[in-house]
């Protein structure tokens, strides 16, 4: 118990998920992959993270939903061997496309994770552009796109980052609309991946129980498979259109529910780790959980049971929003006491108290979201994706603390702008 | 305090395949249990990956003690818990001191249980101990606050019924064990929550929530000498009640099958299909364990191969899961689908279910050149459990979960190695549980599609 004997929460905190072994460390293999590693011995169990940037960013108008799909085409298994093999060593891989770039992710035993990746990247490296494969996934992602629509609250999600963003990039499904997903040719899907499954476009996020050595070798011998590019691709940028009529307005979607969906939010500039700090400082103020700012609208006014904040934090731009789930007979009610408690938000800030204990449930919070390996792997990940670099992992705590009142009040004015802000109801027609 | 709060409870892998290897795993980690004078049962699993330590109380308290007219009672007391308030402070005190102490605080309840979970740093220790004896053992009930939970949890209630699979989930237990307390819906019904009355609920509360019927798990970053004297300061002096626990019978076999046809403004049609299964304490478990993942979990699992391959592409995803509570247990297929697919999805995936009892399981099981391209799902589902095993050690909370459940499920004396349970299950075991449970006539079938325009 060594630890305590800091007395200083930032030491005990960032010391806390390294007990057992070295924090993360940035290396790079011949060709210029990335690599973020930690050894952590807590399982027998390996994960590894395969990053390409781009993302929903680097579909070009038209093309939303191609960075999932290329992706997906990526690791499509080709044969029965393969499949039976993986299948076997119990190998479970997920695939997410994201606003800045998409991610595979792969977990196993470590005693098997040589042989898997051996043929896993082969796949990978070499994917086979056929119709029928393309077909295929576009008919997985028609229906993982309505199964996001039968949900209230992933349309109303939806509807706001189209509002912020428009219709391209950042706006869109992940799964791309009907549409846009028959427009796709061969060609789109081959050129994004020659484009952006490249060397120095990729950074491979490994939390394992083999030694630094080992897992280089191993993802060595594998990734060096990808070619080495002259330079980085460029990823335009997908920064909210300033033409987009973001003035106070609220937007119905009409959707025969039993609980209609109420939400509030305003844009947030682009990432960086202040800002990043900043925003889960507001996040965790204003709706996370009994004793926030939101939490009233369940206990005292009975409104709903699901209440909340959600910060979603891109590169080039993002929002935060406030929401709720009420009763459609109570949607005006509920609606005005949110836009109640965002107000006094605003004008008021918060208290130094207010702030000090946000700032211990956050870091606790931290905490408590890496203690897996998954966890924690995809955290780095997606600090390595945004700019904010897998250092932010151990320099989180510190940013978090030297946020000072008066920082966070002048962030939620600016922030929470009413002329800026967008308003969606999701709910049976009136 | 999300969706999935109020969950049934997760695979028995999750519970059984934490106790057996106590001893076995990371260096630095000891355990001890004890029961307290009270009857409070203990244990504490020290180590000290993290700063923290998470705290879990399984009350043995769940739908299995309702009727007719309390249905929803342990489910509205689990949220009067956390949120309410005590002798000593108010429903906004607690949470006030829960964000001071940068708790995770949350509870869940289930057919059998309900589980009262809490995280917080290490220092905070002593906090979260008495923040957890103050709300399980000292609420103060009043009409007033009981009248506004059940507000929130009238939202609940109608968030579920939005969901497909949650509902249709939900469903299937109230239909699966009927005339049992089991078949009492979780979140209970709106005409009975809305006539419950404080008496009735302090009655209830006053009978079950004792540290007889308590069983407690700390796992994290704590010497485990001092927080035994420190467990025995806090909870020790609750008060001794007398408690004679009377189990839930077995529930008596469905008599026939139930279909329920839901019509909702969805795009994507939902299939859940729900038969019994073997229950926590019977050995047949394991065996129930292996099935589950060979059937449903994983790359190209058997429902995979029967509902997708080949030309009947007739679902977009399909899983499985089991469930066991303390007197019986239930299996859940579940899948996406297109909704014109779903009469013909849904007799496919019934006549398969039925023709478990036939498979073969494992490449042993073929012969010559068939071996070569046989996939084998038995070793597939072994090294899935073998995982399931290993990443359950990477969280302290679902440790702390797990080992507080069991004590409460568990009736066997014998200790539980559950990897080389797992190892002896052979093909003919997957067949004879798919013959007594998979391949009967009596299943709950709830199919979700788009309302008719």
């Given amino acids: ?367 408590r979201a890496n203690e897996t390996k998954a966890g924690r792997a995809s955290t780095l990940c997606t600090f390595e994706a945004l700019g904010l670099g897998a250092d932010f992992f151990t320099a989180f705590a510190r940013e978090v603390d030297e946020i000072a009142p008066d920082e966070i009040n002048n962030h939620i004015r600016v922030v929470f702008d009413p002329a800026r802000a967008h308003r969606v109801v999701v709910g049976p027609k009136r | 305090m999300n969706k999935k709060r109020a969950y049934s409870f997760g695979s028995i892998i999750f519970l059984l395949a934490l106790w057996a290897p106590l001893e076995s795993q990371e260096a630095g980690t000891k355990d001890k249990s004890f029961t307290l004078d009270n009857g409070l049962r203990v244990i504490l699993l020290e180590r000290h990956n993290l700063p923290l330590i998470n705290i879990v109380a399984a009350v043995n308290a769940g739908t299995k003690d309702e009727t007719e007219a309390t249905s929803g009672i342990t489910h509205l007391l689990e949220h009067y818990v956390l949120f309410r308030g005590t002798e000593i402070r108010s429903g906004n005190e607690v949470a006030r001191d829960i964000r001071r102490h940068g708790a995770y605080f949350n509870a869940h309840t289930g057919q059998d249980l309900a589980v009262f979970e809490i995280s917080v740093p290490a220092e905070n220790a002593a906090f979260a101990l008495n923040n957890q004896r103050d709300i399980l053992f000292n609420l103060k009930l009043t009409q007033a606050d009981l009248d506004a939970e059940k507000e929130v949890i009238l939202e609940e209630i109608r968030q579920i019924e939005d969901d497909p699979f949650r509902f249709g989930s939900a469903l299937v237990y109230q239909n699966l064990f009927p005339g049992h307390p089991y078949a009492h819906p979780v979140y209970g019904r709106a005409e009975t929550l809305k006539s419950l009355k404080v008496e009735d609920v302090e009655r209830f509360y006053r009978r079950l929530f004792i540290p007889a019927n308590t069983a407690l798990a700390v796992v994290g970053d704590f010497d485990i000498a001092a927080l035994e004297t420190k467990i025995r300061e806090v909870f020790g002096t609750v008060g001794k009640s007398e408690f004679a626990p009377s189990p839930p019978a077995k529930p008596a076999p469905l008599p026939k099958t139930i279909e329920i046809a839901l019509e909702r403004d969805v795009e994507e049609g939902y299939l859940v299909i729900g038969a019994a299964g073997p229950d926590y304490n019977d050995r047949n478990q394991y065996a129930a364990d292996v099935l589950t993942q060979a059937l449903g979990q994983g790359i190209s699992p058997l429902l995979v191969q029967a509902l997708r391959g080949g030309r009947r592409d007739l679902v977009n995803t399909v899983g499985m899961s089991y469930i066991a509570l303390k007197k019986a247990g239930a299996f859940l297929l579940y899948a996406t689908l297109d ?115």
Avoid at chain 1, 139 to 148: G, K, L, P, W
């Fill in chain 1, 1 to 367: 118990m060594k630890r305590r004997a800091f007395g200083c929460l930032f030491l005990f905190f960032a010391a806390g998920l390294f007990v057992r072994s070295e924090g993360p460390q940035k290396l790079s293999l011949d060709n210029g992959m990335t690599v973020v590693f930690q050894q952590d011995k807590a399982s027998a169990v390996t994960v590894l993270e395969i990053q390409i940037r781009g993302g929903q960013a680097a579909e070009g108008a038209a093309q939303a939903g191609l960075s999932f799909l290329a992706t997906r085409l990526g690791i499509d298994i080709p044969d029965n061997t393969t499949a039976r093999d993986f299948m076997v060593k119990a190998l479970h891989y997920t695939l997410a496309a994201r606003s800045d770039y998409s991610v595979i992710q792969l977990e196993c035993l470590t005693v098997f994770f040589e042989d898997i990746l051996d043929s896993f990247v082969k796949i990978l490296s070499d994917p086979l552009f056929t119709g029928i494969r393309i077909d295929r996934i576009r008919e997985y992602m028609d229906h993982q796109r309505r199964i996001q629509a039968d949900d209230a609250g992933n349309v109303g999600h939806l509807a706001q980052l189209t509002a912020f963003f428009g219709d391209a990039g950042y706006g869109n499904s992940v799964y791309g609309t009907e549409k846009s997903l028959k427009g796709l040719k061969t060609k789109d899907i081959k050129d994004f991946y020659e484009r952006y499954f490249v060397a120095g476009n990729m950074t491979l996020t490994a939390v394992s129980d083999l030694d630094k050595d080992r897992m280089m070798s191993i993802l060595g011998r594998n990734f060096g498979k990808f070619q080495k590019s002259a330079a980085a691709p460029a990823i335009p940028s997908a920064a909210m259109s300033s033409s987009l009529p973001i003035s106070g307005e609220t937007q119905r979607i009409d959707k025969d529910v039993l609980q209609s969906f109420v939400s509030s939010a305003y844009p947030l500039p682009p990432v960086s780790r202040r800002g990043f700090a900043l925003t889960s400082i507001v996040e965790n103020t204003l709706g996370r959980g009994p004793g926030t700012r939101l939490w009233a609208l369940r206990t005292e006014a009975k409104l709903a049971y699901n209440v909340a904040a959600l910060a979603t934090q891109m590169k080039d731009g993002g929002f935060i929003e406030a929401f709720l789930e009420t009763d459609p007979g109570k949607e005006k009610e509920a609606g005005a006491a949110l836009e109640r408690i965002l107000d006094d938000f605003r004008e008021h800030g918060v208290t130094a108290e207010e702030l000090e204990i946000a700032k211990i449930g956050l870091k606790a919070q931290f905490l």
């Fill in chain 2, 339 to 453: 909704p014109k697919n779903m009469s013909a999805a849904k007799q496919e995936a019934i006549s398969y279910l039925r023709r478990v009892r036939n498979e073969s399981f494992s490449k042993e099981e073929f012969l010559g050149e068939e071996k070569q391209f046989a996939y084998d799902h038995l070793e597939s589902a072994r090294n899935e459990l073998r995982i399931a095993v290993e990443k359950a050690w990477e969280s302290g909370l679902g440790l702390a979960q797990s080992l507080a459940m069991h004590m409460m499920l568990n009736e066997t004396s014998a200790p539980i190695d559950y990897l080389d349970r797992i190892a002896a299950v052979s093909p003919t075991d997957l067949r004879q549980i798919g013959a007594k449970y998979l391949s009967r006539n009596e299943i709950v079938v709830v199919t979700v599609v788009p309302r008719k325009k």
